[in-house]
Nanobody
């Protein structure tokens, strides 16, 4: 069974930091582009960051650029999202995903998803 499992979410004050981890099981994703998305209550799922298969290229939403960093460890089939200078607007459920084909900025091309981890930023 293929699984993506997120961890590292929690409650943090504005200006704080969190590091999200996405571990994969049941399949090797070393050749896949990996992404992070988030979804706040009442809003659509939105792109946060993505990283290509070897880590040479990274992509960020404008709202998180300069504050979040995506990285990966293919030896351990894991992707990370380091989040700093967190703002209340970053509050959402964060999902990791693996891209099969298509636009890396759109959820539609990602066939593998984790169950999500809640990030709450208080003001």
């Amino acid at each position: 069974q293929v699984q993506l499992i997120e961890s590292g979410g929690g409650l943090v004050r504005a200006g704080g930091s969190l590091r999200l981890t996405c571990a994969a099981a049941g399949r090797t994703f070393s050749r896949y582009t990996r992404g992070w998305f988030r979804q706040a209550p009442g809003k659509e799922r939105e792109f946060v960051a993505a990283i290509n298969w070897n880590g040479a290229n990274t992509y960020y939403a404008n709202s998180v650029k300069g504050r979040f960093t995506i990285s990966r460890d293919n030896a351990n089939n894991t992707v990370y999202l380091q989040m700093t200078s967190l703002e209340p607007e970053d509050t959402a459920v964060y999902y990791c995903a693996a891209l099969v084909a298509g636009d890396l900025y759109s959820p539609a091309g990602y066939n593998y998803w984790g169950q999500g981890t809640q990030v709450t930023v208080s003001s």
